[in-house]
């Protein structure tokens, strides 16, 4: 993805397309009034002819422009003008490139950046752009053998700038929206491929070619022994019914102060869920290859911080195994004792991946983070919560939690806070362990943050629960890429 700046009139700058908008009560933006001025009324007569929509996310194109230097024209409803954000922002520049998307442009100029929105400044409205050029482009095709799409010939995307003062800004923003493409592609990549592919080996591998990638990126994989050296019998216990050998992936970037403490991110990393012996229904199971979605995030994250360069140290922590149901595999009722020496009475063996995080959490506080987030398509009960539209967020902290959700609302990749009282730790009680694995469905997706916490005591530490929001359903199947650009914008602005 190339990216450029301008400040010149819409109707006199020569472009493959020029992408504008349009308000509620047929008000033109800008550079769409400056096309239509150009071209004799061309875009005002449409909307009087009731032939284009405001309607936020409506698009048109336009084949033929006469009188203007652009030769082809998209005009995008941005809904009424008081109201348009960065959410609406994000939604029109997604709704304008898809509207080229099976054209023959390689280049366009992008006017709703030169937009005043309530909330969202030049920076802002660059990244975005950047990001929506993304989604735009993403294309997964690598096991098709035919009737492959085809990737957008659009790559070079010009964004105006309302003075010449924001263009600073907005080449900023999208270099580092680009920097989050990188690692949201990566992410979705690695959901949409096959568990029988995608496998914990796999994600080591992928972990290992970002070491060679990346000059200040350094990985150790450890192997089952090794594991089992240190007393992760709550992690190795989620492997035991598969074939496929369980990893913990540590990815170390250095690129702040050598006495900087690392930000910590831990990703659930199960390459396939069958719910082991406590067997899942049927119906929909292939999307249970997106149960390592946590993984993919944080691994995603660390090709865009990497990718970006940015000045600071982080750590990524995956601890992968695949949840299979066979004569080796946990039972409902085993006991396991995990590496911070707290017992687990396992009741139900489809609650692994708070299994695999408790061991990945312990191990992570010896790097004594100054911040520990772990992140995990953990609990269906987040999804029937907040459903697919915000990934749930609790913290021993309240102030982490707070930027956590607010570099959501920033990103547009929303979160929500939710409790952690003791009344939801009590619901964990065992008769036979220190802890049982579950705490019964009410309240389900917070009595497995409660139980995270029990392991997590003396970091400053949150957990992102992603379930709902980690992949698509339905015609539009596929992995989302979040919560990449939550992730990213947290420690732009936090750590950097």
Partial sequence: MQFKTTTADAGKRST??????????????????????ASGGLISGLLDQGDLSTHLGASHLIGRVDGAKCRRVVVVGLGAKANFGR??????????????????????????????????????????????????????????SRNKPTTPKLKTLTLAAAERGDSAELEQGASHGAGIVTGMNLTKDLGNTPANICHPTYLADTARKLAKRYAKLSVNVLDEPDMAALGMNSLLSVGFGSEQPSKLIHLDYRGGASDEPPVILVGKGITFDTGGISLKPGPAMDEMKYDMGGAASVLGCMAAVAAMKLPINLMVIVPSAENMPSGRATRPGDIVKSMSGITIEILNTDAEGRLILCDALTYAQQFKPAALIDVATLTGACVIALGHHRAGVMSNNDVLATEIIDAGERAVDRAWHLPLDQEYTDQLKSNFADFANIG????????A???????????????????????????KKGSSGRPVPLLVDYLLTKHC
């Fill in 16 to 37: 493959a397309c020029a992408i504008v908008g349009v308000y509620d009560k047929k008000q033109l933006s800008e550079a769409a009034r400056e096309i239509d001025a």
């Fill in 87 to 144: 959410r609406e922002f994000y939604k029109a520049a997604i709704a304008g490139l898809t509207a080229i998307k099976s054209s023959q442009v390689s280049e366009a100029t992008f006017y709703l950046t030169a937009e005043d929105t309530v909330d969202c400044d030049a920076y802002y409205r660059g990244r975005l752009a950047a990001q929506a050029l993304g989604e735009h482009r993403y294309r997964y095709a690598d096991m098709k």
């Fill in 440 to 447: 019964g469905r009410e309240g389900g997706a917070i009595t």
């Fill in 449 to 475: 943050g409660a139980f995270l916490s029990q392991f997590t005591k003396k970091a400053n530490w949150a957990h992102i629960d992603i379930a709902g929001v980690a992949w698509r359903g339905g015609a």
